[in-house]
């Protein structure tokens, strides 16, 4: 009987290997209202459905690389806070958004990711650093034209550090013509149907860069990180 046991188990152990069962893994997430608001959960949504993922937010709105209140939300304040807590995270995505053009220059924002890039593989060198780039904003036509360059400064620093880069500013799919679709009340953060768009491209990216579960059963949550 013993015997029989052990050897179900095994077979069980095998069979759960072969289909690449595992237990839900953190993502954590930083980065300003685009990355937290409501809406977003559309987006995480399919994460979670793609790879049974917990998202741990440590967002909040006008959070930036640089910008924060008194620096004491600024994205690099919230990943020592994600370095520091308990939780293991298999990435740490960093959703860029708009909160740093107003005050700071392209090449601070890119000395800024720089040095979050180097915080995060010194903290937790067996997780991935993931970024994603600022999303347009065509209706808000001075930002979004002031924006092009700071993400061209993202590009280029990801692509200088090896760090994964889904650009959302060309790739989303989001022009002038169809913003309107994909923009909320206040024209400029994306709505529900903004965030389902660029959802498969965010799935794709993450796809490639994080071991997918064939078994993922879309239960796990999205956890909001406590400040």
Known sequence: MQMKKLILGAAIGLSLATLGAEEPFNVAVFGGSFSVIRPSQVAKD??????????VDFGRGGMGFLNGAAKTN????????ALASK??????VLWASTNDIHKYTPAQQNEAISNCV?????GAPEAKVLFFASMPCPLRRETNAKLEAFVAGQLATCAS???PCLDLYHDSGITAE???????KDKFHPNEAGYARIAPLQVAFLRK???PSPCA?????????VR
Not at 46 to 55: D, L, S, Y
Not at 87 to 92: D, S
Not at 178 to 184: S, T
């Open 161 to 163: 550090l090896g760090v």
């Open 46 to 55: 399919e994460w979670r459905k793609a790879f049974g993922c917990r998202v």
């Open 118 to 122: 180097a915080m995060i593989r010194a």
């Open 74 to 81: 600024d994205i690099p304040n919230q990943i020592r806070k």
């Open 178 to 184: 169809n913003a309107a679709l994909y923009a909320g």
């Open 209 to 211: 860069h994080l071991v």
């Open 87 to 92: 939780r293991r995270f298999r990435a740490f």
């Open 217 to 225: 059963t879309g239960a796990a949550e999205t956890v909001r990180e």
